[in-house]
Each structure stands twice: as structure tokens, then as C-alpha cells.
Nanobody
């Protein structure tokens, strides 16, 4: 069983910062890549940022220059540093990981339970 658990969400004023964390735990061999997605009320879930196993990163245009994705392989943890937050960043943020479970021939896709980020004055 593989689990992803997010933390770090909350209420912040416009222009403020938050750092989200996602920890992968369970019985797995390795993590291929991980990413952050978000879903605002009434909207589809969208990709925010991804970090590949080689360390390459990719961002949605709406967050480029404001958000930074990073990972700590030793801790099986991924981070999302969010700066200059805007009200339109308000959403539930989900951690996603393509992880290779022990005993499986192929990696599987896993999701965390989500953490709420609210940007409001």
C-alpha cells in the first residue's frame, strides 16, 4: 500500500506565501515523478507543477515565476513553495505521484487527499 499525504495548506492574504509538503510512504521501490494539481470550486482539476525523476520541472503558465516545486529523495517528500499568492490560486491542492509499488511490474498513479489553500484578505 502506497500513500501520499499533503500538509501545509491554509488561509493567507494576497501576496503572501505558503509551502505545501507531500510525503510518500508505504511499500514501494521508487518514485518515477511527482506533481501538484489543484481544483477550484466549479472547475476541473489542473496541473500546477511536476518534477521528474531526473530533477526536471515544469509549471503551468499561471504559476511560473511564483511557485517552485522541489523534492527530497531521502525523505520521499515533495514541496511546493508558493509566493506572491493571488485569490485565483484558491483551490484544493492535490499531490500526485507515479510510483512503482514493490511486487508490481509497472508503476501506478497515486493521489493524496488534498489540502485547502485559500487566498483572501
Amino acid at each position: 500500500q502506497v500513500q501520499l499525504v499533503e500538509s501545509g495548506g491554509g488561509l493567507v492574504q494576497p501576496g503572501g506565501s505558503l509551502r505545501l509538503s507531500c510525503v510518500a510512504s508505504g511499500n514501494f521501490l521508487y518514485i518515477n515523478d511527482m506533481g501538484w494539481y489543484r481544483q477550484a470550486p466549479g472547475k476541473q482539476r489542473e496541473l500546477v507543477a511536476v518534477i521528474l525523476s531526473g530533477g526536471n520541472t515544469n509549471y503551468a503558465d499561471s504559476v511560473k515565476g511564483r511557485f517552485t516545486i522541489s523534492g527530497d529523495n531521502a525523505k520521499n517528500t515533495m514541496y511546493l513553495q508558493m509566493n506572491s499568492l493571488k485569490p485565483e490560486d484558491t483551490a484544493v491542492y492535490y499531490c500526485n505521484g507515479r510510483i512503482h509499488p514493490r511486487g508490481s511490474l509497472l508503476p501506478s498513479n497515486y493521489w493524496g487527499q488534498g489540502t485547502q489553500v485559500t487566498v483572501s484578505s
